[in-house]
């Protein structure tokens, strides 16, 4: 009866996490087109539209030219050029805009309607605290662009700002799981949840490395698998940068080796974990999603091997959007199975009229 309760609420968060999935796509798209400091100002509510003359247009142009992105790498750009990257770094703050009012106005009208009770409050404040915090991230990432000698946003920064979304998505989907799911749909077994929490670890840092490959633009490193550029360990190029965490965050060559590195390990990874599934009940709604994890990790892979190879092509920019996608949807899938699976209860023993006795 609750469940059934709370359903408009579930809905109304998954929906928010579809949107939040877009955003970190759009985001992605803002990134590998350049377009990141197109913006260089930040207007929460008069920059909701876009220049709508000609005059406002050479006005923002005007002050795009006098960041150092556009001297020293887009200064051939004319009018038209910059309205292209212009249109992603738009697009990706308005639907940000969109995301805050998706989340808002119906959780004013739950809250009149009383569909929120005290135990979702502190939850819900944390999810907006964190839509704040993402927020914020973005446009100091952007500022740091903005007056200084940097040609494009770090790619440290850009991490962290991925890394803030996806800590925002997973939460709205674990939120979301609490309100649907029954106690009788999970299973019970603490080798397979900390076998989940590996791999959460180690996605994590995959994708950690994803947006440095996509922040550094690593792919041009080596655009041939499965050596890179002829050597399966290139140690020659990848110890150069004075340094070991200059090279594991700068290094090119290193930044790409690790992240092919991670891919074959969460593979392997997955096979033992898809094998302590097939073990579980068969009442088990984890059960019954089993392959679904390995089914993912396996398109993740094609994907990623496709959009190296070709990096140089007009295809990068599809192959590398589906790519972050599947990732995505990769890290929610196992935060789901987290969910599905809880720790054995611990066994107590009590006395009951002087007799021990064992209860959970």
Known sequence: M???KNKPVATWLFIGAGMLIIQVLLGGLTRLTGSGLSITEWQPILGALPPMNEQAWNEAFEKYKQIAQFKYIHNHFTLSDFKGIYFWE?????????????????FIWFIVKKKIDRSMLVPMIIL??????QGAIGWIMVSSGVGTDLVYVSHIRLAVHFLAALLLLCYVVWFALK??????????DNGTRSFNILLLVVITLQLTYGAFMAGTHAGKASVTWPTINGSMIPSASMLNEGGFWS???HNLVTIQFIHRGLAYLITLLMVFFTLRLT????????YKIRFLPMTLVLVQVVLGILALVNYLTPDKLLLSILHQLVGMLLLICMVVTLFLVRKVPMLQTKTVAGVPTTVS
Do not use: E, M, N
């Not at 907006?128 to 915090?133: K, Q, R, S, T």
């Not at 073990?279 to 984890?286: D, M, R, V």
């Open 2 to 4: 609750q469940l059934q």
């Open 90 to 106: 738009w697009l990706h703050r308005d639907w940000a805009r969109l995301i805050g009012i998706v989340f808002l106005i119906p």
């Open 128 to 133: 907006f605290l964190l839509g704040g915090l």
């Open 179 to 188: 309100l649907t799911i029954r106690q009788d749909q999970l299973a019970t």
């Open 247 to 249: 090279d594991i965050t």
């Open 279 to 286: 073990k579980l009940p068969k009442s088990a709604l984890l």
